[in-house]
């Protein structure tokens, strides 16, 4: 009998679903490491509330003595002598291990066009991970310092703002929880400028926040912002704001050295709930990440639907496409969270909801929705 032909549907479907065993099963959630039966510190090990941790996390949390571990994810207290190894995740692993990989099957979206071929050299594929439970919690943002590849991260922790070297290691901390001078009490977004200051948006005190590298305070613009969410900074240094309840993008021009705002306006307004905002470096060009309201037909507890809009440098807009428009050649809906541009020019989005990031390529030519390699 001739092979049946599997639809790319069902190749797409399957993809997706074997990177969410390896990424929500297949992973201890501290560390972020691949569990691995043949090294004894990655055996995974259940904890007597149900919940699975790496064999190096289990006694990395637990204390000397008591010998006894608070879960990290439910808080309840197990005794260490307690637990025992994860068979069921190791015979799972083996299970796809033994399994021959298929390839990845990208697609293009070109008002539901067909499919074009493998991915290749396209494949977007994790380089590294750094954090974990305890040096960062619940991050909301990032940035890149230059070319030195040294990173910024705004999260939940004591000290708001984290600088990490190339290599993921904690260089220092600044901006302490607060409303206070050089204080940050609620961050979401992070960005760096040409000359090397933190950006920070604080939701919580309705400002954007200026730092030197070592964590100095320059300065806070407080005016005009009701909850400022998302933050990027164009080439010339001048700061790109999204307002998430006043619906606007504002321009923010500052002179770092003397700590001074020289301008502050409104560049685009009546915007959805505008979140996310990055400036591509190559082309001047603008990305904004709009959350609009459900529709009758969607459920309410649902994804809401998201937009994406490109501008030039000088706030007219390029294009345009939402959700639901790149649902229509993929069996998935992407939920738009986050944007940047990679070194090309070419547009990426994360969708936090299934822990993707794709490729869409050049969005003036027609969006090429590309998945992570497998």
Known sequence: MADVPVPPSSLRTEGILLREIHVNLLECKVCFEKYNPRQKERRPQNLSCGHVLCLECVRALSHPVLKKLEC?????????????????????????????????????????????????????????????????????????????????????????????????????????????????CHPVDVAVTPSGYVVVTDAGDSAVKVFTTRGSFVLAVWDSFQTPWGVDVDSCGHILVTDIQAGTLSQVVVDFARGVTLMNRAVITDLQRPKAVACCRVTGNIALVETLGLTTTQPPNGPRPTRLTIFNKDFNMLSQIDSFTLSLGASVWPCMSAVAFDRAGDVMVIDSQRGLIWSLGKLQNGPVLTPPGQ
């Open 72 to 184: 990290p994810f439910c808080r309840q207290l197990c005794d260490v002598d307690s637990t025992s190894h994860c068979q069921a995740l190791t015979d799972l692993q083996d299970l796809l291990l033994s399994r021959s990989p298929r390839s990845p099957v990208p697609h293009r979206v070109r008002g539901g066009s067909g499919w074009v071929g493998g991915l290749g050299s396209g494949a977007l594929r994790l380089r590294s991970a750094f954090g974990g439970w305890g040096s960062l919690i619940n991050p909301t943002g990032v940035a890149v310092f230059g070319s030195s590849g040294t990173m910024v991260v705004v999260h939940d922790g004591e000290r708001r703002v984290v600088v990490f070297g190339p290599q993921g290691r904690r260089l220092h901390g600044f901006g302490r929880r607060g409303r206070g001078h050089g204080e940050v």
